[in-house]
């Protein structure tokens, strides 16, 4: 209701999600909100990994625990392995994931290059990968901001890419990109289509 009345967020393309299957969203990550933004616009229940300094904060460690937030520690945050084991094990009790393949916040609110940990979860998991643009989260609460402010914000629900989909002779490593391949270019087309 904040983010409606506040940021007035709009939600395009209602996701068609799989019965049965866990699904990997994949968002671009401009701001500290951009997960509990995700978190509201998905019709279901997401789990994804935050800074466990964020669950010191008492409003905001409610908002994100109820939101499927799971606190990660500085050391292990560090660590890609563990994470990365920690989401796949997440995708393989059934649950949907919440990444951000840029793997940090952008510094100037563009797409940053993607890293490779998603393609990984989806050939181990098995799990489609569904893009997600945020547009509005940078303008309302960037880096350094404490407090959002009343900025219009828009999610942009891309098309789901399915491993399941891919030639079965493909190499791993050609799997890999390919799916980052076609995930930058969701992206690239989503931001275009909400311009920026």
Request: net charge positive.
């Amino acid at each position: 209701m904040f983010l409606a009345l506040y940021n007035r967020l709009s939600i395009k393309n209602e996701p068609l999600l799989p019965e049965g299957r866990a699904v990997i969203v994949a968002s671009n990550h401009n701001s500290n909100l951009d997960p509990v933004i995700v978190g509201v616009a998905y019709p279901r229940k997401l789990s994804y990994l935050a800074k466990e300094e964020l669950f010191k904060v008492p409003f905001l460690s409610f908002i994100i625990r109820h939101l499927g937030a799971i606190p990660v520690s500085r050391q292990d945050e560090l660590k890609a392995g563990v994470v990365l084991r920690t989401m796949l094990d997440i995708l393989l009790s059934g649950e949907d994931i919440l990444i951000f393949p840029e793997g940090s916040r952008s510094f100037d609110g563009k797409l940053q290059p993607l890293e490779g940990g998603v393609a990984m979860l989806a050939l181990h998991s098995k799990a489609p990968i569904l893009p997600v643009y945020v547009k509005g989260s940078f303008e309302a609460m960037s880096r350094g901001t404490s407090f959002p402010k009343p900025k219009k914000i828009e999610v942009l629900f891309g098309k789901l890419i399915d491993p399941l989909d891919l030639p079965t002779d493909m190499k791993d490593k050609q799997k890999r990109f390919h799916l980052l391949v076609q995930l930058e270019k969701q992206m690239e087309e989503m931001m275009f289509e909400l311009g920026k």
